[in-house]
Each structure stands twice: as structure tokens, then as C-alpha cells.
Nanobody, 124 residues
Framework: PLRLVESGGGSVQAGGSLRLSCVAS????????MGWFRQGPGKEREGVAV???????SYADAVKGRFTITKDDAKNTLHLQMNNLKPEDTAMYYC??????????????????WGQGTQVTVSS
């Protein structure tokens, strides 16, 4: 089965940067839908950035211009570069994927597989 393992979370001050990584294993599919979601304290889980097999990318309005999602197909790795972090970005960040998904419409993504999450804390 597909397994997702995140890394790269931590604590930073506002304005700082972090880079999250997600390594996928256990699937023979090489190109499929993947993305990053987050859940802040007392909030519902929300999509942050997603990409599909055609490299179409969508971002949540709150992170546009600050976050960048990239995918290394050769290494089965998904990254999220987060710049100019704000306290409201504080959340548990989850990598997600669906090996049977090839095309996305915006942030409408309902993944079949999730990572365990990595905590991002931004202090003011």
C-alpha cells in the first residue's frame, strides 16, 4: 500500500521559512495527484496546495505567493516551500495522495492516503 512520510516541520518566527518534504513509497504508479493539507487549532482541515499527474497546481488563497509546491517524480517526493510564514500558518501539515487520481480541478481533492503529519508553529 501507498505510504507517505512527512518531514521538515518545526518552529519559526513570523517571516521565516520552512520546507516540508513527503516521501511516497509502496506504489507502482509514478504520476498521480498529491497535495498538502493543514489543520490549525480549532479549525477544520483545509487544502493548502495540490498537484496532479499533468503538473497542474492549485493553491489556497491564503498561501498564494508565499508557498510553492514541487514534485520530484524520480524520487517520489513532494515538497512544500513555505516563505514569509505568518502565525496563522500554525497547523499540523499533512501530505496526501491518491494513486488512482490523475486530474484535479482546483483544490477539489479527496485523497485516499494520508501521512502522519508534521507540526509547523509560527510565532509572532
Amino acid at each position: 500500500p501507498l505510504r507517505l512520510v512527512e518531514s521538515g516541520g518545526g518552529s519559526v518566527q513570523a517571516g521565516g521559512s520552512l520546507r516540508l518534504s513527503c516521501v511516497a513509497s509502496g506504489t507502482t504508479y509514478s504520476r498521480y495527484c498529491m497535495g498538502w493539507f493543514r489543520q490549525g487549532p480549532g479549525k477544520e482541515r483545509e487544502g493548502v496546495a495540490v498537484t496532479d499527474a499533468e503538473d497542474s497546481i492549485s493553491y489556497a488563497d491564503a498561501v498564494k505567493g508565499r508557498f510553492t509546491i514541487t514534485k520530484d517524480d524520480a524520487k517520489n517526493t513532494l515538497h512544500l516551500q513555505m516563505n514569509n510564514l505568518k502565525p496563522e500558518d500554525t497547523a499540523m501539515y499533512y501530505c496526501a495522495a491518491d494513486p488512482y487520481c490523475t486530474e484535479l480541478r482546483g483544490l477539489q481533492f479527496f485523497p485516499s492516503h494520508w501521512g502522519q503529519g508534521t507540526q509547523v508553529t509560527v510565532s509572532s
